[in-house]
């Protein structure tokens, strides 16, 4: 990769790295230094990478970096448990989009970096596999396990209000 | 493909992941038509995907990098040797002015001081370029500046343009000095006065130009500070304000001297005469 490659990821990937890694924490100071990370590992290995390889190269580096982040935080557990003790989104009316977020925010992190993957950055199964170091097919029945919660979730606050 | 009622969720939940093949989508569809009630569990997993959103890097320029021969550096390293490459050229522009000007002062013309015409005494306003044998010529700046001893070298050490060609004899030795000469005058013995007894301890005042009695000579300020040109009239302008000074004090010095060789000079109840 040269250096007006490296530069064109900048423009092309920061913004989706970014949001992937911030939807995951929640906090934007320390995804920012997850992205500012990724992109210094990006360019010191630049030269054995091609151009075309550089945004999962990317977003494998963040999930890592992330996870890494949230395990010396002490703020995630690696389970596929859906936590069903956070409170719902009942004090207003919600919208379409406010119920997902907050669906999103009751997955775990495996669940929720699977959906963002998949919805904002449109990658495959096999895809997500290798960001995420799972397998296709564990992917899948996260995924779907995943959808199932948030489909869930979304038909009861649709009920609610 | 067989899609039924048993694993037909799968194949929805695909469908909402776009990870069906043609035919399968093709299957499903036709399942759909069977089953239409189920259309409706299609359009709530659809609803859980999310939609794009925005979310740009606060700090996008501080991953940009730029290489520069080979070294890798950020945009930041790049603007700071900007900044160091503009400072060492301003330096070396300083440089380069200040060795110019320090060089140009020994190598300007030396001024040329004529005669005042019809002046009695205008043949006491010399020329700083004066014979060998004139022992003592007005001072001059650019002689001033230059080292003390004759022949040591100070030429080569001031090198510059040569003053304006003078007629005269033998060449001058190098007559480097630092300290003003005193004004070239008559042996001693024509005009040291020998002051009778009386003599009074006032001494005989001098009417000196107002321009004269202390005050500096006005010099214009250069039009341009720093300029070469400006320091060279500068300087040019001080010579001849210095020369005509020295030739008036000298003047009026002689003119006391006459009078008093002649009738002596009364200071109250005092004369002063000079004896033969």
């Known amino acids: ?156 606050m649709t009920h609610l209000t | 493909m067989d899609i039924n009622r048993n694993n037909y969720q799968q194949y929805l939940l695909r469908e909402v992941d776009d990870e069906l093949s043609a035919a399968e989508k093709a299957a499903l569809r036709g399942f759909l038509q069977a089953h239409p009630a189920l259309q409706q569990e299609l359009t709530l997993l659809r609803d859980t995907k999310l939609s794009a959103e925005e979310v740009p890097f606060p700090d996008k320029a501080s991953l940009y990098h730029r290489q520069i021969a080979g070294k890798p550096s950020s945009r930041r390293g790049m603007y700071r040797r900007i900044v160091l490459a503009a400072a060492c050229a301003a330096a070396v522009c300083l440089a380069a002015v200040y060795l110019w000007q320090a060089k140009s002062p020994a190598g300007a013309p030396a001024t040329s001081y004529s005669p005042v015409a019809g002046h009695p005494d205008s043949d006491l306003v010399q020329s700083p370029v004066r014979p060998p044998q004139d022992p003592a010529p007005v001072p001059h700046l650019a002689t001033i500046r230059a080292a003390d001893k ?43 006065p020998t002051i009778s007894k009386e003599i009074s301890r006032e001494a005989p005042e001098i009417s000196l130009p107002a321009e004269q009695n202390g005050e500096a000579p006005e010099v214009k300020a250069p039009g341009v500070l720093g300029t070469a040109e400006a320091l060279a009239q500068a300087k040019d302008e001080l010579d001849e304000a210095i020369t005509e000074k020295v030739a008036t004090v000298h003047r009026s010095t002689r003119d006391w001297m006459a009078q008093l060789a002649k009738k002596g000079i009364t200071v109250g109840n005092l004369t002063i005469a000079l004896k033969d």
């Open chain 1, 1 to 156: 990769m040269t250096e007006t490659e490296y530069n064109e990821c900048v423009d092309r990937y920061a913004d989706g790295l970014y949001r992937f890694i911030v939807k995951n924490l929640k906090h934007p100071e320390d995804a920012k230094d997850i992205v500012q990370n990724s992109f210094e590992i990006l360019w010191t290995h630049r030269k054995e990478l091609k151009a075309d390889k550089a945004k999962s190269y990317l977003f494998t580096t963040g999930y890592r970096n992330m996870i890494d982040h949230l395990r010396k935080s002490s703020r995630v557990s690696l389970t596929e448990e859906f936590p069903e003790n956070l409170p719902a989104v009942r004090d207003q009316e919600p919208d379409l989009k406010a119920v997902l977020m907050a669906g999103l925010e009751r997955l775990s992190t495996i669940q929720r970096s699977l959906v963002l993957l998949k919805d904002y950055e449109g990658y495959s199964y096999e895809e997500i596999g290798a960001i995420t170091g799972l397998n296709a097919s564990q992917v899948r029945v996260y995924l779907h396990r995943a959808r199932l919660k948030m489909k869930a979730y979304l038909v009861k």
């Open chain 2, 150 to 192: 004759p022949g040591s070298g100070s030429k080569q050490n001031l090198p510059g343009p040569p003053a304006p060609a003078k007629p005269r004899a033998p060449a001058p030795p190098e007559i480097p000095t630092l300290a003003l000469r005193p004004l070239s005058r008559p042996p001693a013995a024509e005009w040291v």
